[in-house]
């Protein structure tokens, strides 16, 4: 199923899913996303842009800030060199039904997709206007050419956060310590807005 995405991937780290890590999403988790962590498994990803994660360890965050009345399970399964978050949301709610969330620590937004997790691997991931416009990566190669490889406990991060009244420049990315940096941001944040195409 994710065989395109495995070959633009050829040299990248990753590491299997063991059995245990399946069993304890085997009835939350859609049976693309599961297939996903099968043949793909959790590790860095598209020259360090995006990592397919343990969702254990960004359940709190998601928790205490993308809480919704409709939502039956919120699984945080993929994060960016810029800490935003791919989220899959089980939802209750049958007019919006189950979808993913991308959240942009950077901007305070939220996007929603379709669950379509064969679309979101196998062509919006390699597609320039989505990495630039969708998700606002388009700077990735620059930044990382200017600041190196990050470790797995690093992200790309503006300093001071944008959400804080940082400046929105080159200048103004540091490599930081994602935990903190995606917590102060969304302090700063408090309620995520949804994203308006313009």
């Not at 989505?130 to 990735?140: A, D, N, T």
Request: aromatic share 16%; hydrophobic share 40%; glycine share 8%.
């Amino acid at each position: 199923m994710y065989e395109r995405f495995l070959n633009q991937n050829i040299d990248c780290k990753r590491q299997v899913a063991d059995g245990a890590f399946l069993a304890k999403y085997a009835d939350i988790a859609p049976k693309e996303l599961i297939t996903l962590w099968q043949e793909v498994g959790l590790g860095i990803f598209c020259n360090g842009l995006f990592r397919i994660m343990n969702p254990a360890d960004y359940q709190e965050f998601v928790n205490q800030y993308y809480q919704r009345e409709y939502n039956e399970a919120a699984i945080p399964f993929m994060v960016t060199a810029f800490g935003d978050l791919f989220v899959y949301i089980k939802s209750s709610q049958k007019q919006l039904g189950n979808h993913i969330v991308f959240l942009n620590i950077r901007y305070g937004t939220f996007q929603i997709f379709t669950d379509n997790f064969n679309l979101l691997f196998n062509i919006l991931l390699f597609k320039n206007d989505s990495l630039e416009f969708r998700y606002k990566l388009g700077l990735y190669p620059r930044i990382k050419e200017k600041l190196g490889a990050l470790q797995g406990d690093e992200c790309f991060g503006y300093v001071p956060v944008l959400s804080a009244g940082g400046e929105e420049t080159d200048e103004h990315i540091q490599v930081v310590k994602i935990f903190p940096y995606i917590d102060m941001a969304a302090q700063f944040i408090g309620e995520f807005e949804r994203f308006e195409a313009r």
